[in-house]
């Protein structure tokens, strides 16, 4: 049987151990070292920096070996163009427009506008940025359906492409759509199903 707690403070968890703390690993330097890490920060930025200085002609081949999208040139171009700001004070960072973290990433809405940056912390960029590829493979999963949807129109004879198309103009519910908008192709791959369909049923479009 457990005694009674002398003091309410007896109940309390004990308090969480205090991190590691090392010198930093660089001889004359007494700056403690980066949690996990061998060197304090500035002596791990340097020691970086001496790494890339030396490894230069081969970062650059490995670089100019690379290929970017459209969309990831402009945005490393972007990120390229706010740091300049940042260097220069020209642009300040602010806490992150969703839940005000201090540790914030620059995020764009369009990346040919640079300066049009939006602050988020690391969770909430990385929501955006999942957010915004899924949107990207939606978009091309709907075009190579449209895209299907086109050529098995293109293989009908001209008469039933005709019909085909005036029924894809009165739209999903018969109140009419104009020719390319969405409720028209959606209309055009419902009756292009009906007509495969009914061909495989051995009867033919009307």
Same mark, same amino acid.
Do not use: N
């Given at each position: 049987? $457990?005694p009674a707690p002398i003091d309410?403070?007896?109940?309390?968890?004990?308090?969480?151990?205090?991190?590691?703390?090392?010198?930093?690993?660089?001889?004359?330097?007494?700056?403690?070292?980066?949690?996990?890490?061998? %060197?304090? $920060?500035?002596?791990?930025?340097?020691?970086?920096? /001496?790494? =890339?200085?030396?490894?230069?002609?081969?970062?650059?081949?490995?670089? =100019?070996?690379?290929?970017?999208?459209?969309? *990831? /040139?402009?945005?490393?171009?972007?990120?390229? %163009?706010?740091?300049? %700001?940042?260097?220069?004070?020209?642009?300040?960072?602010?806490?992150?427009?969703?839940c005000g973290e201090h540790e914030?990433?620059?995020?764009? *809405?369009?990346?040919?506008?640079?300066?049009?940056?939006?602050?988020?912390? $690391? !969770?909430?960029?990385?929501? /955006?940025?999942?957010? /915004?590829?899924?949107?990207?493979?939606?978009?091309?999963?709907?075009?190579?359906?449209?895209? $299907?949807? =086109?050529? !098995?129109?293109?293989? @009908?004879?001209?008469?039933?492409?005709?019909?085909?198309?005036?029924?894809? @103009?009165?739209?999903?519910?018969?109140?009419?759509?104009?020719?390319?908008?969405?409720?028209?192709?959606?209309?055009?791959?419902?009756?292009?199903?009906? %007509?495969?369909? =009914?061909?495989?049923?051995?009867?033919?479009?009307?």
């Amino acid at each position: 049987m $457990r005694p009674a707690p002398i003091d309410e403070l007896d109940d309390l968890p004990p308090p969480r151990p205090l991190p590691l703390l090392r010198p930093c690993g660089r001889k004359g330097c007494r700056r403690w070292c980066r949690p996990g890490g061998r %060197y304090c $920060r500035p002596c791990a930025t340097a020691a970086t920096r /001496r790494w =890339r200085d030396r490894h230069r002609g081969e970062l650059e081949q490995r670089e =100019r070996a690379r290929s970017f999208s459209d969309e *990831e /040139r402009a945005i490393r171009s972007a990120r390229a %163009y706010v740091a300049q %700001y940042l260097k220069r004070g020209k642009l300040g960072k602010t806490p992150c427009g969703v839940c005000g973290e201090h540790e914030v990433l620059a995020a764009w *809405e369009d990346p040919r506008r640079p300066l049009s940056v939006d602050w988020l912390c $690391r !969770e909430h960029y990385h929501e /955006r940025r999942d957010a /915004r590829r899924e949107a990207a493979i939606a978009r091309a999963d709907l075009s190579a359906e449209w895209r $299907r949807v =086109r050529d !098995e129109f293109a293989l @009908l004879p001209q008469d039933v492409q005709a019909g085909v198309h005036a029924t894809a @103009l009165q739209g999903p519910v018969g109140h009419g759509c104009p020719a390319g908008s969405t409720l028209y192709w959606w209309t055009l791959r419902r009756e292009l199903a009906r %007509y495969s369909d =009914r061909q495989r049923a051995g009867r033919f479009w009307t």
